[in-house]
């Protein structure tokens, strides 16, 4: 009880308990995402791992010992990679990871019973663990195009605790079959040394990344439109905002198209606010449909819809606006079996020089989709200080 590495095995153990119960509180309290439970699970497994080593003399042998803390430490490292799979959907591994834990586990208990090999013994589950967390790092980097800082901080975290797993496992792979004091004790210094802080350090970070997971999903909810999965008000506004300041920064148009689903009311009073959401669904699709990477899709109101084209002329804007309004009236919705054909009205503008902000790009192109609604509605309008009064008498867009 004297012994530091005693303390060092209590802590270790309290702090795998404590790991296993933020997991499963976050696995609880963020929608039961599955790569929370595996990393719960997993943790567990460390927290009787460390029991264990703390009361290695209930064994009946030493191998007995070794055996069952390296199961639990074999359940551990399947169960961490597997819930970086899950998380980030990887599908360049096998979906059932154990067949290959056991394999690796049937080679431990190969080496402590059947043809002892103390080096390959000892070495085996550091050098899978090394192994684990560098594939781990490069699922979570590989996840996304731009990967967060969280995401960083938690691979760079496994990277340098592998590296020190894998060094762990040349050391005691030095020993030899039949092991030696000298080896054996620099491979127990040197594993003590490095495993608290690895370790604790790999599970802060993950969960530091589960956080940044929470606050992304809090994000994407406020600014995402829940019946329709375009953007809301909010996000409009802020990636409305970063349109405007690269337009203005590196002098490209930008222009805005306004919709509004006709006669919508009706729709809702004859077959119910359940069809009436079914409508706005079909009708963000079309507009989503064929879109650009570039181009900025919200739901501003009721049913009313608001399309930013970065790069566009007012020319091309109307184009689009042209090309969406005979898509919609081409493409019926199907209700209980029969067709329920709908029609938009669009109003079409452009950034100016005169503008300030893109919400006076939205408001203009808002009053030239009123224009079109009181001009019949199922078409397309601009805005009146967008147009000019032509030698032939029409009037024409302001860059036609």
């Known amino acids: 009880m004297d012994s530091p590495v005693y303390y060092i095995i209590v802590a270790m153990m309290f ?51 070794w055996i069952t803390v390296n199961a639990l430490a074999m359940v551990l490292i399947t169960l961490g990679i597997r819930g970086h799979c899950q998380r980030t959907g990887c599908e360049k591994l096998p979906k059932n990871l154990w067949p290959y834990a056991g394999a690796f586990f049937a080679i431990l208990v190969w080496t402590t019973v059947v043809e002892p090999h103390v080096g390959i013994s000892m ?59 000298a080896y054996q004790n620099l491979y127990v210094h040197f594993y003590f040394l490095t495993l608290p802080s690895g370790y604790m350090a790999m599970g ?113 804007a109307l184009k689009v606006a042209d090309d969406l309004c005979a898509k919609i009236g081409a493409s019926p919705m199907t209700v209980d079996g029969k067709e329920l054909a709908m029609t938009a009205s669009f109003g079409v503008a452009m950034l100016t020089e005169k503008d300030e902000d893109l919400t006076e790009v939205l408001i203009k192109a808002d009053r030239a989709l009123y224009r079109s609604k009181r001009a019949g509605r199922n078409q397309v309008d601009l805005e009146s200080s967008q147009l000019l009064l032509s030698a032939d008498g029409t009037l024409k867009p302001v860059n036609a």
């Open 15 to 65: 702090a795998s308990i404590t790991l296993s119960i933020i997991f499963f509180m976050a696995w609880k309290t963020q929608g039961e995402k599955p790569y929370a439970l595996s990393w719960g699970l997993g943790f567990v497994a460390a927290s009787v791992q460390w029991f264990c080593n703390l009361h290695s003399s209930w064994f009946p042998t030493q191998s007995a010992h």
């Open 123 to 181: 070495a085996l589950v550091p050098a899978v663990a090394c192994l684990t967390l560098f594939m781990s790092a490069l699922m979570i980097i590989r996840h996304r195009e731009v990967s967060r800082p969280a995401e960083w901080a938690a691979a760079s975290s496994m990277v340098i605790f592998g590296i020190a797993q894998g060094v762990a496992a040349g050391v005691a792979l030095t020993q030899g079959p039949t092991g030696g004091e």
């Open 204 to 316: 802060m970070f993950v969960i530091f990344m589960l956080a940044s997971d929470l606050s992304e999903q809090m994000q994407e909810i406020a600014t995402r439109d829940q019946l329709t999965g375009v953007l809301n008000r909010r996000g409009l506004s802020d990636l409305g905002a970063a349109a405007f300041a690269a337009s203005r920064r590196n002098d490209v148009p930008v222009s805005v198209v306004m919709t509004d689903i006709d006669r919508f009311k009706s729709i809702n009073d004859d077959y119910g606010h359940a069809v009436g959401d079914a409508a706005l669904v079909h009708i963000a699709e079309l507009l989503k449909d064929g879109r650009r990477t570039e181009d900025i899709l919200a739901r501003v109101g009721g049913e009313e819809f608001a399309l930013v084209l970065q790069g566009s002329e007012l020319k091309d």
